[in-house]
C-alpha cells in the first residue's frame, strides 16, 4: 500500500483480527483471517485487497469504511443516516431495505396554529433558530403588535416578501434569498429547507424517524431516504456472472461466471454498519491493475461514477479557517487543504496546498530556513475537509488516470467551495498570484492551468529555482556568486595581513628578547667597529625555529590581549583560555547551527506529507553529514593544537605537520562561516524588500548594528590613537635626554613596554578596545532582542501599517544609538577627552620614568667603576 510496507501482508489464518476503540485510523492491505472485526466510534478505514475472510464485520459510529477483494462476496451493508454506500463489482446483485418517504415537517413544539406569536416564534419553514432569537426578543420588547402575519399557505411562484428590516437579519436559506430586494422566495420548497435540508439529520425527528438527512422536493415535502434494516448484496469480480450458480445448469455455463454458490451465500459474507460514516466495498478480479469493475451501485441504485461534493457543514468548518474574520485569506502563506472521504486521493500520493506566492515552490523551505534564519519561511496552516458523497467507485491506482482526473476535481471543488460559500453572498476570489497547487510526495509539485486547446484544466510542473523565470534563478545565483567572490578577497587579504603581522611579531619579540638590558653589556658593544656590531647583533638559526614554533595563532591572540610572555594573574589566565576557545568555537558552532538547520527544515519538507513518517525522518541527509564531519576533523585538530600551545609542547616534526593542517583547516571553516553570513544578509535584505513590513526592521536591525559597532570601534581607536601619539610626543624629550647618557637600545625597550602597560591600565590597549566593543555587541543584541519580542507581543508584522511602526521604530532607536556611540564629531570633546587620557597615561609614566632614572644613574655609577677597575688594576699585594 505505501513505500515502506510495499507487498506486506498480514495472514491470521484460523484467527480473529480485531481492529477496535474510540479514533481508530487503519490503513491495511493483503489481509486475510477467519474473521475481521472493525468496532470504532470514529477515524476512517481503507482495507484492500482482504481474501480468503469468510465472515467480517465492520461497525462505526462516523468512520468511513473502504474494504475491497478479488473474491465474491455477499455483503450487508447499513449506512442509517442516508444510505451512503457505494458498491462496485463486475457484476453485482443488490437487495434494497430502503424507501424513500416525502412528509411535510410538523412542529414538535405542538403550538396552536392560530397563534400568531408562537406562529411567529417557531414555524419552521422560513425562521430556523438563530432568527426565532430575534423574534422572541421583540415580542417580549411588547413590539409584536407590529409584525406582519404572514399565512402558511404556499404564495403563487415568484411572488416574495420582506421577512425582516436588513439582509443581515433575513435567514440564510441557500438559494431562496433574493439579496437585490433582501426578501426570501415564497415557493413551498424554500419554506421546507429551513426545516428540512437545513436542520442536521441528528435534530431531524418526525414521522417516526430521526438521524436521517432530509431533501425538500417541489411539493415542500421533506423527502428522507428510510431503511428498514440491513440491505444484501452479491458481488462477484467478473461481468455476467449469475446470481444462483447452483440454479444454472452446469453443462449451459462455466467457472467463473457460474459455480457452485447461492444467492446470500458466497465465498466471504461482509456485514458493514455505520450511523454517518460512508461505505464502500468494491469487488474487482484484478486488483493489481486498474481495478475499474463494470458496476456501480450507489445508494442502492445503478449508477454512473458519482460526482463527489462537500455538504454545507464542510464548508462552513471550511470557511471558518480559510476566511477568518471575513478575509479572503487565512493567516498564513502555505496552507494544506486536505480532502478526506472515499476515493479522494491519499497522502501517500499528495496533498492540495493554497500558496499566496508560488515562490514558496521555487525556493523551498530548507533553504529559506538557512539563508534567512526561517524569517522568509511561509507560515503554515492546515485544515481538512470531508466528501460527502465520496467518490464512486472508491479504489482505484496511484498509476490510473483516473486519480488524475479527481485530482483535478478535487481542485475545482475546493476552489468553488472557498471562494463561493455561500452562494447567496458575494465571491470572495482568491487574491491575484495566489494559487491552490498540487504537491506530490514524490516528484515536483504542479499548478492548475487550463488547457486552451481543450479548455480543460491541466497540470504544469512548478521547477525549483527556475520556476518563475531567469530573473529568480539568477538572483539565486548571483546571492551565491557574490558571497563567495566576497569571502575569497576578505581571506587573501588576511592571510597576507595576517603573514605579515605575524613576520613583523617575530622579529620585534626576537629583537626585544635578545637585546640585553645589561648596561655593562650593551656600552661594551657601543665601543667595538661597527662590523663587529653586526656580528654581535646575528640571531642563530636556532633562536629563529625556536620563535617559530612558539608564535602560533593562538600565541597572536594571546599577544593581542596583551598577555603574552608576562606574568599572568588567575584572572588574566582564565580570560586568554576563555578567548581562544570562543575564537575556535564561533564559525565551528555556527556551521553545526547551520548543518542542523539545514537537516531540520530538508527533513520536514520532505517529510511532512509522507505517512511514512518515521522512515523519513530515518534516513540520511548527505549534506548535514559531510559539514557536520568537516566540523569535527577541524575541531578536533583546533583542540589539539590549542591543548599544544598551553602545554608549551616544544617544537618537533608533529607540530609543524599539525600547524599546516590547521592553517588549512580553520581559514576553510571561518572562509565557509563568513560566506554563509553573507549569504544570509543578502536574502534578508531581499525579503525585506519583498516582506517589509514582516522582515524590514530585522534588516534595519542588522544594518544598524554594524554601524554602531564599527563607528563605536573606530571611535575609540582613534582615541587610543591621539592619546599614544600625545604620549610618545611628550616622553620625546625624556627618552632622548636618557639616550645621551644610557645605552639607546635600553631606553627603548623599558620605556616602549612601559607605555603599553600605561595605555592598559587606562583602557587604550588593544585588549581593552576589543573588551569594549564585546560588551557593546552584547548590549546591542539584548535590547533589539527586547524590542522585537515587544513587536512579536503587542504587534502583527503581517499588516503594512504595523510593519511601517516597527521599522520606524529601530530606526529611530539606532539612530540615538549613533548619536551616542559616535561622539567625536565635537572637536572640543574630542580635544579634552584626549587630553585627559593622555594626562591620566602620563601620570602612571611618571613614577616609572623615576624608577628607569634611578636604575639607569645606579648601573652607571657601577660601570664607571668597573672601568676604573679595568683600568688600574690592583696589585697583588694590596688585594
Request: glycine content about 6%; hydrophobic content about 40%; some cysteine.
Amino acid at each position: 500500500m505505501d513505500d515502506d510496507t510495499r507487498n506486506f501482508g498480514l495472514e491470521f489464518g484460523a484467527n480473529e483480527f480485531r481492529m477496535t476503540g474510540k479514533n481508530l485510523v487503519a490503513r491495511i492491505e493483503n489481509v486475510s483471517a477467519k474473521h475481521i472485526k472493525y468496532d470504532v466510534t470514529s477515524g476512517s478505514l481503507l482495507a484492500t485487497d482482504v481474501t480468503f475472510t469468510p465472515f467480517a464485520t465492520f461497525n462505526s459510529f462516523d468512520a468511513d469504511m473502504t474494504v475491497t477483494t478479488d473474491k465474491a462476496t455477499t455483503v450487508h451493508y447499513w449506512q442509517k443516516s442516508d444510505n451512503l454506500a457505494c458498491l462496485s463489482a463486475g457484476t453485482a446483485y443488490i437487495d434494497s431495505a430502503c424507501t424513500t418517504q416525502c412528509g411535510f415537517v410538523t412542529s414538535k413544539y405542538g403550538a396552536s396554529a392560530s397563534d400568531t406569536e408562537s406562529k411567529l416564534a417557531t414555524d419552521f419553514r422560513f425562521l430556523d433558530r438563530y432568527y426565532r432569537r430575534y423574534f422572541d426578543k421583540s415580542l417580549n420588547g411588547q413590539e409584536a403588535a407590529n409584525a406582519t402575519v404572514v399565512a402558511l399557505t404556499s404564495p403563487p411562484a415568484g411572488v416574495t416578501r420582506r421577512l425582516l428590516q436588513t439582509c443581515a437579519q433575513v435567514p440564510e436559506v441557500p438559494g431562496c434569498i433574493d439579496y437585490t430586494s433582501c426578501s426570501l422566495l415564497q415557493t413551498p420548497k424554500c419554506l421546507c429547507k429551513s426545516s428540512c435540508d437545513l436542520v442536521p439529520p441528528a435534530e431531524l425527528d418526525f414521522d417516526g424517524y430521526s438521524g436521517i438527512r432530509g431533501t425538500c422536493d417541489d411539493e415542500g415535502k421533506c423527502c428522507r431516504l428510510v431503511c428498514g434494516g440491513h440491505s444484501r448484496a452479491d458481488l462477484f469480480p467478473h461481468p455476467g456472472t449469475v446470481r444462483c450458480g447452483l440454479c444454472v445448469p452446469q453443462d449451459a455455463c462455466s467457472p467463473p461466471t457460474c459455480g457452485a454458490w447461492t444467492a446470500g451465500n458466497l465465498e466471504q459474507e461482509w456485514w458493514l454498519t455505520s450511523k454517518t460514516g460512508q461505505i464502500s466495498v468494491s469487488v474487482a478480479a484484478d486488483l493489481g491493475g486498474r481495478s475499474s469493475p463494470e458496476q456501480h451501485y450507489y445508494r442502492g441504485e445503478p449508477t454512473q461514477p458519482i460526482t463527489p461534493s462537500f455538504d454545507s457543514d464542510q464548508k462552513v468548518a471550511l470557511d471558518a479557517v480559510f476566511h477568518p474574520g471575513g478575509v479572503s485569506t487565512p493567516n498564513a502563506d502555505w496552507f494544506w487543504l486536505r480532502p478526506t472521504g472515499p476515493g479522494v486521493p491519499p497522502r501517500s500520493l499528495g496533498s492540495f496546498v493554497w500558496l499566496s506566492s508560488i515562490r514558496f515552490l521555487v525556493l523551498p523551505d530548507y533553504f529559506l530556513e538557512v539563508v534567512s534564519y526561517g524569517m522568509m519561511n511561509p507560515q503554515k496552516g492546515a485544515a481538512s475537509v470531508a466528501l460527502r458523497p465520496g467518490f464512486c467507485p472508491t479504489v482505484v491506482k496511484d498509476s490510473d488516470p483516473e486519480m488524475n482526473k479527481r485530482i483535478i476535481q478535487l481542485q475545482k471543488k475546493i476552489s468553488d467551495a472557498i471562494q463561493y460559500f455561500p452562494a447567496d453572498k458575494p465571491s470572495r476570489p482568491i487574491p491575484f498570484l495566489s494559487q491552490i497547487v498540487w504537491v506530490p510526495v514524490k516528484g515536483s509539485p504542479a499548478v492548475f492551468v487550463l488547457d486552451p486547446s481543450s479548455n480543460q484544466l491541466g497540470f504544469a510542473v512548478v521547477a525549483q529555482w527556475s520556476g518563475m523565470g531567469a530573473s529568480t534563478l539568477l538572483i539565486v545565483i548571483l546571492t551565491a556568486v557574490v558571497p563567495c567572490v566576497l569571502t575569497s578577497v576578505f581571506l587573501r587579504v588576511f592571510a597576507t595581513s595576517y603573514w605579515s603581522y605575524l613576520e613583523d611579531l617575530r622579529k620585534l619579540k626576537i629583537q626585544q628578547e635578545n637585546t640585553s638590558v645589561d648596561i655593562y653589556e650593551q656600552a661594551q658593544i657601543a665601543k667595538l667597529e661597527e662590523h663587529d656590531q653586526q656580528d654581535t647583533f646575528e640571531i642563530h638559526e636556532d633562536v629563529i625555529s625556536e620563535m617559530d614554533g612558539r608564535t602560533s595563532f593562538f600565541y597572536v591572540i594571546e599577544n593581542g590581549l596583551g598577555s603574552s610572555d608576562r606574568q599572568q594573574t588567575l584572572v588574566q589566565e582564565f580570560l586568554v583560555v576563555v578567548v581562544t576557545i570562543g575564537v575556535i568555537a564561533t564559525p565551528i558552532l555556527y556551521l553545526n547551527y547551520i548543518s542542523t538547520s539545514w537537516k531540520g527544515a530538508y527533513k520536514r519538507y520532505f517529510c511532512e506529507s509522507r505517512i511514512d513518517q518515521g522512515n523519513c525522518y530515518a534516513e540520511p541527509e548527505h549534506a548535514s553529514q559531510v559539514l557536520n564531519i568537516f566540523c569535527l576533523l577541524a575541531s578536533l585538530v583546533a583542540i589539539v593544537e590549542l591543548g599544544i600551545f598551553f602545554l608549551n609542547v616544544p617544537s618537533t616534526l608533529f607540530r609543524r605537520v599539525l600547524r599546516v593542517f590547521f592553517y588549512v583547516s580553520f581559514p576553510l571553516v571561518g572562509a565557509v562561516s563568513l560566506m554563509l553570513v553573507l549569504l544570509s544578509l543578502a536574502w534578508i535584505f531581499i525579503g525585506a524588500l519583498q516582506q517589509p513590513s514582516k522582515i524590514g526592521p530585522y534588516a534595519l536591525a542588522a544594518v544598524g548594528m554594524l554601524v554602531n559597532i564599527a563607528r563605536y570601534h573606530g571611535r575609540l581607536r582613534r582615541i587610543q590613537a591621539r592619546v599614544k601619539f600625545h604620549v610618545v610626543e611628550q616622553l620625546d624629550e625624556h627618552v632622548r635626554n636618557l639616550a645621551r647618557k644610557y645605552p639607546a637600545k635600553v631606553v627603548s625597550v623599558l620605556v616602549e613596554n612601559n607605555i603599553h602597560d600605561a595605555m592598559h591600565a587606562n583602557g587604550l590597549s588593544a585588549p581593552r578596545v576589543v573588551a569594549r566593543n564585546a560588551v557593546l555587541v552584547l548590549i546591542l543584541i539584548v535590547a533589539y532582542t527586547f524590542i522585537f519580542i515587544g513587536f512579536q507581543a503587542f504587534t502583527d508584522a503581517a499588516k503594512p501599517l504595523a510593519g511601517l511602526l516597527n521599522t520606524v521604530l529601530v530606526f529611530f532607536f539606532t539612530l540615538v544609538l549613533m548619536t551616542i556611540l559616535g561622539g567625536d564629531n565635537d572637536r572640543m570633546w574630542v580635544e579634552e577627552y584626549t587630553q585627559a587620557m593622555t594626562e591620566q597615561v602620563l601620570e602612571s609614566m611618571a613614577g616609572v620614568l623615576e624608577t628607569i632614572k634611578g636604575q639607569l644613574r645606579l648601573a652607571s655609577k657601577l660601570l664607571r667603576e668597573s672601568d676604573d677597575r679595568v683600568r688600574h688594576p690592583p696589585f697583588v699585594g694590596e688585594r
